[in-house]
């Protein structure tokens, strides 16, 4: 293979590389910048909100009266991780729509940024679910209850239905 | 993990009761044979017992982990704490 032939190869493959790069069309380069801009704003808001959540639940301790006696916050809880949990299906959705998308390259980041947003919005649901339990714990301890009857440990049947008054 | 003493009495908190009546029948049925379950064998594997602090540990009550309950020892008896949802999602799925 002369010089010739083999510099005519290089240039016809880095030629055939700069017409398939400038066939993507520049809408599709802006439409994958705002898409990136979006993800990486919301993966930050997902990421604060969860840091929120952790803190909260760190700061249970110092608290030493009930802080939900009516479920009220149980309840908002519950249905702020509905709402994180809907997120997540949809932001799984698109991903996958952008898998499919066969304008899309891996070098593009919008699959990376998905899964970063995904994991982001998984862990706000998990501390939100967290929270949620360990607020009912530490309900359970700063409230006085009752002793209650003790059951023998064979007796756990007679416990239920009396808790259930059956 | 460090295995709960084997329970030879139970209570319940006002508050586990309360919440048990909120429950759907299923539920209810399936945190009694937890907790039977839980009597017979300390260290009910299928439960997935968790030590959550030094005061407390929870086992989940259905197969799917969409409940859990919590329960304290005090000596050879075991307090029923809490019983309600528990979601927890995949990160990387």
Redesign the interface.
Known sequence: MTTLTRERRELQAFSASVTAGAARSLDLLRDIEITLAWLNRLTGMLRADAEFAESANADLEAISCPIDPDDAI?DDL?NA?REV?AL?DIL?DKRQAGRDDRRLTEDDGIEAAY?EA??Q???L??AI?ALR?NI??H???A?P?????????????A??DD???R | MTRPHP???????????EM??KLPPEI?EA??QA??DL?ADPHPKKYRLEK?TA??WTIHVTRNHSH?L?FALEGD?AVL??I??????????
């Open positions: 149980q519950e991780q949990k997540y799984i899964t995904i994991a919005a998984a862990d649901h998990n679910n339990w009912g714990e309900d359970i301890d409230t209850q009752p002793k209650g009857p003790v059951y023998a440990a064979e007796d756990i049947d416990l239920f808790l259930l008054g | 329970i030879k009495r139970i209570r319940a908190t006002t508050a586990f009761g048990l009546r209810q945190a009694r907790v039977k009597v959550q005061d407390y859990k919590s008896c704490r809490k309600g949802t528990h979601k927890e999602i995949d990160r990387a799925p």
